[in-house]
């Protein structure tokens, strides 16, 4: 690989007062093309509410059928633990690049790393706005050891962050297995054993019309939980974008593309992008839940034999999907279709 340190948006933008020319988008996918619908906003559900379960499980399905996007509020995570985890993420992208580098290195499988763009910067001559730190989550003893030991605290915050996290997943997934009116143990084991989080870090960009964060896609898990703190973030509906707005200790999940399937199309695995700003630098963590490369991703069984519809989509391994299918961007569900 070139050189890493000296790739990362954050180690050239400050002394840039332009945007390069591997990082400006064609007009047809710059922002602004689109309009952005600002009175529109997706859904936000209370997870707080105490005898209205049944109405929470509606709202929820609503969301997911109608954006595959919502805000969760009174959801269980401790709001210190949120705002700590913010603060850590947020150090370690003020880190040195020498020091990202080197603190993201430690698995020669590269369970943990650190990446700008998207995942493959040499191949694409397009770039995006932003650097990532990844790593794997699930089983924490297996993978912990791996992570940044800078800032000193990230191991022990993050750590605990994970596994409230991927707690509040899987009751949102057993909600959504209720409201599906299927068996409310589906998600659990293989099909949700193998979560990563993904820390964006999106720094100010001189001009922002020009350039994207993320480009437009759908995410390749079962749901994606996100905490931000700063606008960027956008979903595509019905010809619009819809920016969402982030609320103070609300966490803001998304169907991906493996519920789609699962659900057999009825929960949308929604488009959605990231634009830049000029003034602040943004950084996000997005928890994905996905299954092990080996399970089998398929329309639920429950769903065609209780309904009388036909099953939408191939059964695929997860590892085929990821390898196969995900990288083929727009055309994906085409190509996994019966
Ligand atoms: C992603 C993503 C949104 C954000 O990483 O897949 O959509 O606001 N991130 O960082
Ligand atoms: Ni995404």
């Not at 019905?238 to 699962?262: H, K, M, R, Y």
């Not at 080996?294 to 695929?316: A, C, H, R, T, V």
Request: proline share 6%; aromatic share 10%; hydrophobic share 35%.
């Amino acid at each position: 690989m070139e050189n890493l340190e000296q790739m990362l948006v954050s180690s050239w933008c400050d002394v840039q007062s332009t945007v390069p020319n591997s990082y400006v988008h064609p007009p047809e996918n710059r922002p602004g093309k689109f309009i952005v619908a600002s009175s529109r906003a997706i859904p936000v559900v209370d997870l707080g509410g105490h005898d209205q379960a049944n109405s929470t499980v509606q709202q929820i399905l609503k969301a997911c059928e109608e954006y595959g996007f919502f805000q969760v509020i009174n959801h269980g995570v401790s709001e210190d633990l949120m705002e700590e985890s913010m603060n850590v993420f947020k150090e370690f992208h003020g880190m040195p690049s020498m020091e990202k580098v080197r603190e993201c290195s430690k698995d020669p499988n590269r369970s943990c790393k650190l990446y700008t763009s998207g995942e493959n910067y040499t191949k694409d001559s397009l770039h995006y706005w932003k650097d990532a730190l990844t790593h794997h989550c699930h089983p924490l003893d297996k993978y912990m050891k791996y992570w940044p030991e800078k800032p000193t605290r990230y191991r022990e915050i993050v750590g605990k962050y994970t596994i409230e996290v991927g707690k509040l997943g899987l009751q949102i997934l057993k909600m959504l297995c209720e409201g599906l009116g299927i068996s409310t143990e589906y998600f659990n084991g293989s099909l949700s054993e193998n979560p990563v989080l993904l820390v964006n870090h999106y720094p100010p960009c001189p001009d922002p019309s020009l350039t994207l964060g993320v480009g437009k896609h759908r995410d390749p898990s079962l749901i994606t939980i996100l905490l931000q703190d700063e606008d960027g973030l956008q979903v595509f509906k019905d010809g619009e974008w819809i920016s969402i707005q982030p609320i103070t200790n609300a966490f803001v999940v998304n169907v991906g593309l493996v519920l789609q399937i699962i659900s057999n199309g009825r929960l949308l695995g929604a488009e959605h992008r990231v634009v830049t700003n000029s003034s602040i630098a943004r950084t996000t963590a997005a928890y994905f839940i996905y299954p092990s490369n080996e399970s089998f991703i398929e329309p639920s069984k429950e769903l065609i034999i209780n309904g009388s519809n036909q099953p939408l989509y191939k059964s695929i391994s997860f590892g085929d999907f990821r390898g196969n299918f995900f990288y083929k961007g727009p055309k994906v569900e085409l190509d996994l279709q019966k």
